[in-house]
């Protein structure tokens, strides 16, 4: 026997208690991993390859003050603007769901591609949505969650705006970061409110990214001291300002995260000092031998690294694997978008599985270097 299957031998001499400890330590970094992952998805929101040319610009008061329409024709002549299409969120319910179940914006179908070009949709149902003022697009997501179909027609309950919208389902689209949104024409919605002539945000596509410092700046400054001032921001930004609102959630996800850990230190801590108490007898008959204390630490910490790598292995390659093959989209119904375990929080988790193994390792370690041969051979099996 050598050194390596003695360590081995010792870490799995009691089979059941160590597959515990390791599942424990599988089920608390897995728990781990999803919490992190979840984070990141509230704080950290994809992008698509366009939303560095998008600009949005919202009522500076506020999301729930509109903007008057004949702003675009000043947005449009502003040096460096490429496209300006009003999106409004509509807000409304679908059939008989409690909460509004997926995003509806009213927006110019013309400029639909032009604006949010990452859209995958035929060109027959592009110009079937452009043609009818009471045609709409569905992301591919939505559409297969409620058995959406070409030439369907969906009646959307209003919520925020007091009207209900009777469209027809034109085009269904997919590949973007959310393929679950709902799109219809604004004129449509502005005939509904009574010509209405009101948005909720403006969007602006920029021509070069390098124009969009100076483009936010002249639309600030187009609109101040004026009785509907806005705030231009980056796509970006104005994203992050959503998940600013998500402050206690993020606190709440960092705390449990913190309280897994704690918890999880202490099993494992708990665990290998009532092994190392076992085996007491066989430490003072290795110390005897002539084995020395380092020795004996670093056959204590290998076997706490083994039982915290088995539980690694099971918790954040699990997760990895679970996630990557599995909708979380529709498990969520549509929370998350995305729900992806990066290289990031995979080696976040295996670090906490070794912070473990050290920390787990420390009070027996302390134990059997106080340990004396007398003491050690006088202690019971």
Same mark, same amino acid.
């Given at each position: 026997?050598?050194?390596?299957?003695? #360590?081995?031998?010792?870490?799995?001499?009691?089979?059941?208690?160590?597959?515990?400890?390791?599942?424990?330590?599988?089920?608390?970094?897995?728990?781990?991993?999803?919490?992190?992952?979840?984070?990141?998805?509230?704080?950290?929101?994809?992008?698509?390859?366009?939303?560095?040319?998008? #600009?949005?610009?919202?009522?500076?008061?506020?999301?729930?003050?509109?903007?008057?329409?004949?702003?675009?024709?000043? #947005?449009?002549?502003?040096?460096?603007?490429?496209?300006?299409?009003?999106?409004?969120?509509?807000?409304?319910?679908?059939?008989?769901?409690?909460? #509004?179940?997926?995003?509806?914006?009213?927006?110019?179908?013309?400029?639909?591609?032009?604006?949010?070009?990452?859209?995958?949709?035929?060109?027959?149902?592009?110009?079937?949505?452009?043609?009818?003022?009471?045609?709409?697009?569905?992301?591919?997501?939505?559409?297969?969650?409620?058995?959406?179909?070409?030439?369907?027609?969906?009646?959307?309950?209003?919520?925020?705006?007091?009207?209900?919208?009777?469209?027809?389902?034109?085009?269904?689209?997919?590949?973007?970061?959310?393929?679950?949104?709902?799109?219809?024409?604004?004129?449509?919605?502005?005939?509904?409110?009574?010509?209405?002539?009101?948005?909720?945000?403006?969007?602006?596509?920029?021509?070069?990214?390098?124009?969009?410092?100076?483009?936010?700046?002249?639309?600030?400054?187009?609109?101040?001291?004026?009785?509907?001032?806005?705030?231009?921001?980056?796509?970006?930004?104005?994203?992050?300002?959503?998940?600013?609102?998500?402050?206690?959630?993020?606190?709440?996800?960092?705390?449990?995260?913190?309280?897994?850990?704690?918890?999880?230190?202490?099993?494992?801590?708990?665990?290998?000092?009532?092994?190392?108490?076992?085996?007491?007898?066989?430490?003072?008959?290795?110390?005897?031998?002539?084995?020395?204390?380092?020795?004996?630490?670093?056959?204590?910490?290998?076997?706490?690294?083994?039982?915290?790598?088995?539980?690694?292995?099971?918790?954040?390659?699990?997760?990895?694997?679970?996630?990557?093959?599995?909708?979380?989209?529709?498990?969520?119904?549509?929370?998350?978008?995305?729900?992806?375990?990066?290289?990031?929080?995979?080696?976040?988790?295996?670090?906490?599985?070794?912070?473990?193994?050290?920390?787990?390792?420390?009070?027996?370690?302390?134990?059997?270097?106080?340990?004396?041969?007398?003491?050690?051979?006088?202690?019971?099996?």
């Amino acid at each position: 026997m050598n050194i390596a299957t003695f #360590i081995i031998k010792n870490t799995w001499r009691n089979k059941r208690r160590a597959a515990l400890t390791s599942l424990s330590v599988a089920v608390s970094l897995f728990l781990l991993t999803t919490l992190l992952t979840a984070l990141r998805e509230l704080t950290v929101p994809p992008e698509d390859v366009g939303a560095s040319l998008r #600009i949005a610009v919202r009522n500076k008061i506020s999301l729930a003050n509109t903007l008057p329409a004949k702003q675009r024709g000043n #947005i449009q002549k502003i040096p460096g603007v490429a496209l300006v299409s009003p999106l409004t969120f509509f807000g409304g319910r679908f059939k008989e769901d409690d909460g #509004i179940g997926f995003a509806q914006f009213g927006l110019d179908a013309d400029l639909l591609i032009g604006i949010f070009g990452e859209a995958n949709l035929p060109p027959e149902q592009f110009d079937a949505f452009k043609k009818d003022r009471r045609a709409c697009l569905v992301g591919r997501d939505s559409a297969t969650r409620h058995g959406m179909k070409i030439g369907d027609r969906i009646t959307v309950k209003g919520g925020i705006y007091p009207c209900d919208l009777d469209l027809i389902l034109a085009g269904i689209y997919y590949g973007t970061i959310d393929d679950r949104n709902l799109y219809f024409h604004h004129t449509f919605l502005d005939e509904a409110m009574g010509n209405w002539g009101q948005v909720g945000t403006w969007w602006v596509k920029v021509k070069s990214a390098e124009q969009v410092p100076e483009v936010i700046r002249a639309i600030n400054a187009t609109f101040a001291n004026t009785s509907a001032e806005v705030l231009a921001e980056t796509e970006r930004s104005f994203q992050l300002g959503f998940i600013s609102m998500l402050g206690n959630v993020t606190a709440f996800i960092g705390v449990l995260s913190s309280v897994v850990v704690f918890t999880l230190a202490l099993v494992t801590t708990s665990t290998m000092s009532l092994t190392i108490r076992e085996r007491f007898r066989e430490l003072a008959i290795l110390k005897a031998l002539g084995f020395k204390n380092g020795e004996i630490a670093a056959f204590i910490l290998a076997e706490s690294f083994m039982l915290s790598a088995a539980g690694a292995l099971l918790g954040v390659g699990g997760g990895w694997l679970l996630y990557s093959k599995m909708s979380v989209s529709q498990a969520t119904a549509g929370i998350f978008p995305f729900f992806e375990v990066t290289p990031q929080i995979a080696g976040a988790g295996c670090f906490v599985a070794v912070i473990l193994s050290l920390i787990s390792a420390v009070p027996p370690i302390i134990s059997a270097c106080q340990l004396t041969v007398v003491d050690g051979l006088k202690t019971l099996d």
